[in-house]
């Protein structure tokens, strides 16, 4: 991070005041590592969250000093655009007079409306090539930093020509790369039976990459909680997703933010409506399944032909859904100094 970067940044001494914005759950775990390895190099890093499912939970659990600003804006697409709007001129109000030299999200929508209108340094990092709203934060951006496996012409498209850089692998290796399991895990959490340890997540229906209903994850839910030598654990995204299943008594609702990875490694099975929990499970070696209906984002199909995600299409897939022992787990754990993207 100098002076040569993209967009200019200037740094005195080498150091930054730099603004992180978490927006969503995984980018705690995500951003928790590069935190640390910032504030070892002496820059001086303010966070501010935003008030939806675990992330200031999470945030709060790692000890990240945060100021949460805004929050959700629901299921309509006119509520979700408002609210960002709503939030970024709120984040300029909190920015105003901080003087930062960088700002820095996942994506943060709301961000990059407020560092553009603030002219401040924007990097944004990004692992999925068909979130529309792509075209708002890569061409806001100075820097945009994807995996490898994200396609060239998707950078294009979104305006990120001569401004992108890429790593190795995909973002959740570089949080786990250290990753050791609790033994006591289970117990700890009273989460200890007879039964096979299963964690179900559904779809998120009002992102503006995933707007319709999935019937196929209902038919997952109900095949799985019929299972005697199952214990299905449900994590719901928002309140009202966990009010939809209070029906269905063999389902056991979260009612707490756990430790993700321990969670995902102690699981037999997990099945979800996409995103960070499955690329996660599927790193640590848990069979993983999706039932994402929208495009699959290029670092899914990687981990789909390496064997590591399965993708449920048709009802008729759900018959491969088994409960089997996970005795030989290979973790695809590694590391790379994303710093250096920067």
């Not at 559904?202 to 038919?219: C, I, Q, S, V």
């Not at 008594?249 to 995103?275: E, F, M, T």
């Not at 994402?292 to 859904?321: H, M, W, Y």
């Amino acid at each position: 991070m100098d002076a040569s970067s993209p967009g200019g940044i200037a740094a005195k001494d080498g150091q930054l005041r730099i603004w992180l914005d978490l927006a969503n759950s995984p980018q705690v775990l995500f951003f928790g590592p590069i935190l640390t390895e910032l504030d070892g190099r002496g820059h001086e890093v303010e966070v501010t969250s935003r008030a939806y499912a675990q992330t200031t939970h999470l945030a709060d659990q790692l000890k990240i000093r945060h100021q949460t600003i805004g929050g959700h804006g629901g299921r309509r697409l006119l509520s979700l655009l408002s609210q960002n709007v709503a939030r970024a001129l709120a984040l300029i109000r909190w920015a105003r007079g901080r003087r930062f030299a960088l700002a820095v999200s996942h994506n943060s929508y709301s961000q990059a409306i407020a560092a553009a209108l603030m002219r401040i340094p924007f990097v944004t990092l990004m692992d999925y090539e068909h979130q529309p709203l792509n075209h708002l934060c890569f061409r806001l951006a100075n820097r945009v930093i994807v995996p490898e496996a994200f396609p060239v012409e998707s950078l294009e498209k979104y305006g990120a020509r001569g401004k992108s850089e890429t790593y190795p692998g995909v973002k959740e290796q570089i949080y786990l790369s250290d990753f050791e399991p609790d033994p006591d895990f289970l117990r700890r959490e009273s989460l200890t039976s007879d039964r096979a340890l299963v964690v179900l997540r559904p779809p998120a229906p009002w992102t503006a990459y995933h707007r319709f209903e999935n019937g196929l994850f209902d038919l997952v839910l109900e095949k799985l909680t019929g299972e005697e030598e199952a214990d299905c654990l449900f994590l719901p995204r928002v309140p009202s997703q966990a009010e939809s299943v209070r029906h269905l008594s063999r389902l056991k609702i979260a009612d707490r933010v756990y430790d993700g990875p321990n969670l995902l490694h102690h699981a037999q099975l997990v099945v979800s409506g996409g995103g960070t929990m499955n690329r996660e499970s599927a790193i640590i070696g848990t069979p993983t399944f999706t039932v994402f209906k929208g495009e699959l984002g290029a670092v899914d199909r990687s981990l789909i032909e390496r064997g590591r995600l399965q993708q449920l299409q048709t009802e008729s897939d759900i018959g491969k859904l088994k409960i089997r022992p996970a005795d030989n787990r290979k973790p695809l754990l590694s590391s790379t100094n994303l710093l250096s993207k920067v």
